[in-house]
């Protein structure tokens, strides 16, 4: 059976090309069977990222809804990325404090110490996402959701964002075919040269999400159309 994401590309002319070489074998399903179907998908992330990605102008009816429930998965994580930065802050602090009330030479185990939570400090800066991230999450969004209607999936992965467990290496783990870094960061509207260390990482842990999230809603459609499918009405149209 033909991926459903597909039949609700037909809704939508400028993803046409998903329809291409699907042959005869769906089955009939019209627009208003396949936006019933949608209105059972649970309301949420997915069911927004499918909306603005498959139903005609949906980028544009959806983008303050999709861009709302975008913010409420970043914000826990960012809010968990500055958290990690502040918290190794902290330990080194505390422990170039105890080495200052000793007075004496540094032994040997604190200076261990003392290395281990410098490195600590600068990793968890390293992934901390930009200050500026809310600002510049909408223009962020639309690209996302660009490249999540063109349909290219990671052919390594199969758009899962893995092979045998591990993070796929080719998609970065999300899914997406790559793309070069300055055309996301054209999409994206930031300069390409602060792309690959500001924004590259937001971007993919971006583009991986939603992915995942239009999938779960996808097989959420999928069942919703097979019991459309055997509805009388569905037969006769
Ligand atoms: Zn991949």
């Known amino acids: 059976m033909a991926d459903r994401r597909e039949m609700l590309a037909r809704l939508n002319p400028q993803t046409v090309r998903f329809d291409v070489g699907q ?71 505390f422990a170039q404090a105890v080495v200052s009330l000793t007075r004496r030479g540094l032994t040997d185990g604190q200076r261990r110490q003392l290395r281990e939570r410098e490195g600590a400090v600068v990793l968890a800066k390293a992934n901390a996402w930009p200050r500026n991230t809310y600002q510049h999450l909408s223009r962020m969004v639309d690209a996302v959701v660009l490249e999540l209607a063109s349909g290219n999936r990671c052919t390594n992965c199969r758009g899962t964002g893995q092979v045998s467990e591990k993070a796929c290496p080719d998609c970065r783990s999300t899914g997406i075919e790559p793309l070069p870094d300055r055309r996301r960061a054209l999409a994206m509207g930031c300069h390409p040269s602060d792309y690959p260390k500001r924004w590259k990482p937001v971007f993919e842990w971006l583009l991986s999400e939603l992915n995942r999230e239009v999938d779960i809603a996808a097989r959420q459609l999928s069942r919703a159309l097979s019991n459309s499918d055997r509805t009388p009405q569905a037969r006769a149209a």
């Open 23 to 93: 042959g005869g074998g769906t089955p009939a399903l019209t627009t208003s069977d396949i936006a019933a179907a949608l209105g059972m998908v649970p309301a949420g992330l997915g069911r927004e990222v499918m909306e603005a990605v498959y139903l005609p102008d949906g980028a544009t009816r959806h983008r303050a809804k999709l861009a709302e429930a975008v913010l409420a998965i970043v914000r826990p994580e960012f809010t968990r990325r500055a958290r990690a930065v502040a918290d190794a802050e902290a330990d080194l602090e």
